[in-house]
Each structure stands twice: as structure tokens, then as C-alpha cells.
């Protein structure tokens, strides 16, 4: 309908918050010309720019759009809306119709300016090697992404800088924390267990964490761990005949490889990288990553250095990280943790210098909780390692070993989380402690392999006597890091009876440890003493991924290309890792991954 006004000027009337408005308006006979604020009513003292901006604002879109349904300016809309009504009464008196300058107009959304991408400034011309997915690393999670990735069809490689495959997995304790497997109902008949369940596992990772993990990627890790582990035991991974409940999970579900060491899971997966094709590259070690900076800004290879020179490596669907954690690199740990310096030993390799987490920032990559790094609380003292050996205090609280100071008490529940056992440890009464068990410990508890406790022994790694008191004069004996300990064989005789009443009792007064009836009493000899103290183990913090392993920019925006699986990534288990969750993770994220890369899908063994 065409508007027909008398041109000329107008003044209107608005009402705004304890004031009202004057408005000058210029109409000609079908639009308004312009729009000027008169006065405020009562005169103020003061300008009020927010008034000035907002009729600034409301004018120019009126005469624009010549419309009074424009959105009010955020921040004053009671102004606006007086400043409105003050127009809308100008031009009635205009003669305007109430329906003329009724049309609705949405204010534009201010576009925001892209944001600076970190891509590649240079790519390269050519590429030395090209294939479809290049995996960085070659533990647990890059065997199990090359793997995945290779079934599906994909022409795969490993890349790994040191002269062997297996990284930190080769030398882990061969722990896997899996709710069920096709094993788990006979062995659950055989020791006389519950069943577990996923979400009692979910529960227990969640508040081991401080209920700082990423509940989407625990529930990927826990569903799809018995998924993968049947893989492993299907081909060929042999295991104890034991399930245990190590510090911080309250349902049995730890399974002991038959070495009680890593390198039996990673054996069994470089296997099955090898039927399915996998090409590996071992002392070539990863010195950058390429980003496109135009385009959809994707991660199209990285490039490599050999001991024949560098080299440029294509990745035609994507790249996963898969190289670690950065245990080993004390200036990146202590960066975070001031406290981590050089005096603290590691259980990692070499290896585990957290390059790939820096390289991955360079093209834009965000990281997560780095600061949340855990101590292994059962090193041996001497050296800082996690050898076969130092598992069994780990894998023993179930069964009823006892960690004893060196004056032979007790200094924590030993059914508590690492960070809790190390910390406790680290304010103990001296250097170092020790984890004490028995011949019946041994044999009804099934996580010792037998070729473990004679190695053990024969090292003098681990202690036996055929009493306590013999016991602890075997254990002062010996100098740890040059340091004699007088452990009192009467205390530490006495510290074992008072538990095992508190055994018998299913009660704990002293840490309040949950006892149940898998665990056992130490009445009769021999005897066994291993020491222990913290030693720096792993990192959880990492790359910031997604559920689908796909890594995140600093904007939350997926990087195309990327992907990334095991302690590389951050944010799975808070501020403490439960033992054992860490091969699950790694294998089942490194599985997705593979998948992922492979052919634009995951796995569905999590429930929607
Ligand atoms: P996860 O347990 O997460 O699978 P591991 O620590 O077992 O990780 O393995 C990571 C592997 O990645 C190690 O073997 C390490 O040597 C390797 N790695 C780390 N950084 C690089 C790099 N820049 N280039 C190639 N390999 C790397």
C-alpha cells in the first residue's frame, strides 16, 4: 500500500526509564528523511552516550530499512523503545498508517573476521613417500590405529623415532582394565567374582579423576575395551588366570598379561599390523607437521628426519598422533609442574619427549589439562623403572599386600589411587618403601607368574625370607640409592598381624581400606618384601580431542586431516589415571582412529 504523509517536520513523544523523549522527524509524502533527538525530559546534567548511540543506531536503520520494526539497540532497550514510539508518533501526526513502517527487520549479525589459521607457510613441491594414513608412533595406540586403518583398506604406514616398535607400551605392566571379555565369566566362576559392570567402571575412572576426565571419551575407552581385548585374546594374547582390583577401582577387572609386561599386547598387535600390510619406518622421527593455509586448512603430511637425511611424507586421508606422553622431558614437565624436576626419575623411555604435542600446537592444535602429571608410586628406588617387578605392588591390594615406611608401618590404604599412594609415600618416614606379601598371597592371588618371582629373586629385586624378621634384615641389608634403611623386624612383624586382624575383621581403623573377601591374611611364611618409591610415569594432559579422536584448534574448531589417540591426547582421566586404564584407552582411541581415518566412520560398540 503506498504511504501517504504531508512532508514537513515533526516532533514526537516517547516514554523511556524515568524520562521521556523529543524527537525531530523529516517525512516527505511516502518516507522518513531523517530522525534527530531533540531533548530529554526532565533536562539531565550529563550526555548519556549510550542514549546518543542507541538514536544513532535506531535512526540510521529506520531510515535505511524505513521500517519502525527494527530491533531495539541491546543495552538500552527501554531508551529504544521510548526513541520508537517517539518516531511512530511523529509520523502519525504525519499521517502516516500504523500498518506503513510495520515491516520487521532483523538487525544483521556482525560478521566476525576469520581467524588467522596456523597453517604451513611453505608446503612441500614434492613428497619423498606418499600413502593414505600416516601413524606417528608405534605403542599401543599407533598399533592399533596402523592396524585398523590397514583392514579397512588403507595403505598404511608407522612412523617411529627409535630403533624399535613398542615405545612406553613395550616396558607397561601389561595391565588391561576391561569390565568384561569373552574370558571374564570363567574366570569371575573361578575366583569367586562378581561380574562387573560398564558403568561401575565409567564411575570409578571418573571419580579416580576428580570427575575431571571427559565422560564421552571414558565411555568410548570402556565400552570398547573388552571389544579390543578379545581382539588381542583371539589372536593369541595369553593372560593370568587372575582378575584384580588395583588402587582406585572397586570392581575386579584387571587382567595380568601372561609376562606382566606390555611387550606380550604389543607383540600381538605388531603381528596383526604386519598381515594386514602395515609398512614400518623406525629411526625416522617426525619433525613437522604440514597444514594447508588455504582451503579447509587440512593436515596433508608431515616431514621426517633419517639417518639418510630429511624426508617429506604425504597423507592422503589423514595423520594420527600417536606418539606419547612427555614424562621424559624435564623441561616440559616441569614447565607445568615446577615440582618435576630432574631429580625425579621417570618409568618412561627415552622416547616419551612430547614432541608431537609441540609440533601439533605449531599448526593450531589446543591442549588439556597438561599440568595433570601422575607418579608411579612403586618404582624401583634405586632407578626409577617400572620393571615386571614393580607391578606387584600395584596389582596386589586386593590380595592383601601391606606398603610399609621404613619404620615398618603401614603409611596409606593400599587400595587408594596412585597420586594418593605417591604423595603418601613421598611424606612417609624416610626413603624408600616397601610392599610386603606372601607364599599364600602368591598362590591364591594368580597375578605373580612364577618366572616373575624367580627373576625377581634371583635380582634381588625382590626379598624372601621365611619370617618377618628375617625378612627385614634382608631388607636392610642392602643400600637404596646409598641410603641404609633400619627397618625394626618386631614393628614390621606387628604391623602384619594388626592387619591381619583387620582382614579377618573386614575393617580398616587405620585407612579405612575397603576389604572384602578376596583378600587374604598373612599368617605363615615365606615372606616377600619389594621396595618402591614414585618415580614420574604419565602425562594426562594432551591434545584437545573429540569422541571421534579428531583434533581440536584452539577456536574448538576440528583440524581436517588430524587425528590423534593415547597419551598424546588430555583430558581421559582427569588428575589421575586408575592403573590399567591406560592400554584401554590407548587401543580402543587408537582402533576409532584407524577407523576414523580409514573410512570417515567410528565403531558403534558405545552405546547411543
Ligand atoms: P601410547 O602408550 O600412547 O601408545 P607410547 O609412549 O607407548 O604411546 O608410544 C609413543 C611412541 O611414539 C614412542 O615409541 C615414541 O618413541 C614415539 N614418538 C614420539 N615422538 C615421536 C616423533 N617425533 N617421531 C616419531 N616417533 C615419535
Keep these: 500500500m503506498a504511504k501517504s504523509m504531508r512532508p514537513g517536520t515533526y516532533v514526537g513523544h516517547g516514554a523511556g526509564f524515568g524520562e521521556s523523549y523529543e524527537v525531530e522527524v523529516v517525512v516527505d509524502s511516502d518516507s522518513i528523511r531523517s530522525i534527530r533527538l531533540l531533548r530529554r525530559v526532565p533536562e539531565a546534567d550529563h550526555p548519556s552516550p549510550l542514549l546518543e548511540a542507541a538514536t544513532a543506531t535506531l535512526s540510521d536503520e529506520i531510515v535505511a530499512e524505513q521500517s519502525l520494526a527494527v530491533d531495539v539497540v541491546s543495552g538500552a532497550s527501554i531508551s529504544s523503545r521510548g526513541l520508537l514510539e517517539a518516531v511512530a508518533d511523529a509520523v502519525q501526526q504525519a499521517g502516516a ?3 506503513d513502517f510495520a515491516r520487521p527487520v532483523a538487525r544483521a549479525v556482525q560478521e566476525e573476521a576469520p581467524r588467522p589459521r596456523l597453517g604451513s607457510p611453505r608446503l612441500p613441491e614434492r613428497w619423498d613417500l606418499a600413502c593414505d594414513v600416516v601413524v606417528v608412533g608405534s605403542g599401543f595406540a599407533a598399533l592399533a590405529a596402523a592396524h585398523h586403518a590397514a583392514e579397512l583398506g588403507a595403505r598404511t604406514m608407522i612412523i617411529e623415532k627409535m630403533p624399535m616398535i613398542g615405545g612406553n607400551s613395550l616396558i607397561n605392566g601389561g595391565q588391561y582394565a576391561s569390565y568384561t571379555s569373552s574370558i571374564a565369566g570363567e574366570l569371575q566362576r573361578k575366583l569367586h567374582l562378581e561380574p562387573d559392570t560398564a558403568d561401575r567402571h565409567i564411575h570409578d575412572t571418573l571419580v579416580g579423576g576428580d570427575n575431571l576426565g571427559n565422560p564421552r571419551l571414558v565411555r568410548n575407552f570402556v565400552y570398547g575395551s573388552p571389544f579390543y581385548l578379545d581382539i588381542l585374546l583371539e589372536n593369541g594374547l595369553k593372560v593370568l588366570q587372575s582378575l584384580t582390583r588395583p588402587g582406585g577401582h572397586y570392581g575386579y577387572r584387571t587382567y595380568t598379561t ?6 606380550d599386547i604389543v607383540q600381538i598387535q605388531k603381528g596383526l599390523c604386519e598381515k ?13 607437521i604440514y597444514r594447508e593455509e588455504a582451503g579447509e586448512g587440512r593436515v596433508v603430511g608431515i616431514r621426517v628426519a633419517t639417518k639418510e637425511g630429511t624426508k617429506t611424507i604425504a597423507a592422503a586421508k589423514a595423520l594420527v598422533l600417536a606418539t606419547g606422553g612427555f614424562s621424559a622431558n624435564v623441561a616440559m614437565r616441569s ?12 618409568t618412561n623411555q627415552p622416547g616419551a619427549t612430547g614432541e608431537g604435542i609441540s609440533m601439533a600446537e605449531e599448526i593450531g592444535a589446543n591442549t588439556t589439562q597438561m ?13 626409577g623403572v617400572l620393571d615386571r617387578y614393580a607391578v606387584i605392588p600395584f596389582s596386589g591390594p586386593s590380595s592383601g599386600v601391606v606398603y610399609v615406611d621404613v619404620n615398618g608401618h603401614r603409611y596409606v590404604n593400599e587400595g587408594e589411587r596412585r597420586d594418593v599412594c605417591a604423595k603418601a609415600a613421598q611424606n612417609s618416614a624416610g626413603f624408600p618403601t616397601f610392599c610386603i606379601f606372601n607364599q599364600t598371597i602368591v598362590d591364591k592371588g594368580g597375578f605373580i607368574a612364577p618366572d616373575q618371582l624367580a627373576d625377581g629373586i634371583r635380582l634381588e629385586r625382590i626379598f624372601k625370607a621365611d619370617s618377618l624378621g628375617a625378612l627385614a634384615d634382608l631388607i636392610n641389608r642392602r643400600a637404596y640409592k646409598d641410603q641404609a634403611v633400619h627397618v625394626p623386624g618386631g614393628t614390621l612383624a606387628q604391623t602384619i598381624a594388626i592387619h591381619n586382624g583387620y582382614v579377618r575383621e573386614r575393617t580398616d581403623p587405620d585407612f579405612r581400606k575397603v576389604i572384602d573377601e578376596q583378600m587374604m591374611t598373612m599368617d605363615d611364611g615365606p615372606y616377600y618384601a619389594i621396595p618402591q618409591w614414585p618415580s614420574v610415569h604419565h602425562t594426562m594432559g594432551g591434545l584437545t580431542i573429540t569422541e571421534k579422536t579428531e583434533v581440536l584448534d584452539i577456536w574448538e574448531n576440528v583440524i581436517p586431516g588430524l587425528l590423534a589417540a593415547g597419551e598424546v591426547t588430555g583430558g581421559v582421566h582427569g588428575t589421575n589415571r586408575l592403573g590399567s586404564n591406560a592400554v584401554a584407552d590407548c587401543c580402543v582411541h587408537g582402533y576409532i582412529a584407524g577407523q576414523l581415518a580409514a573410512t570417515s566412520t567410528i565403531p558403534d560398540f558405545v552405546p547411543k
Design 371 to 383: 599440568d595433570q602429571i601422575q607418579l608411579y608410586p612403586f618404582a624401583d628406588p634405586n632407578t
Design 258 to 263: 601372561e609376562h606382566g609386561v606390555g611387550a
Design 335 to 346: 614447565r607445568q609442574v615446577p615440582f618435576l624436576t630432574a631429580d625425579l626419575p621417570t
Design 276 to 288: 594386514a600390510g602395515v609398512e614400518f619406518l623406525v629411526d625416522t622421527k617426525m619433525t613437522q
Design 97 to 99: 498508517d500504523s500498518e
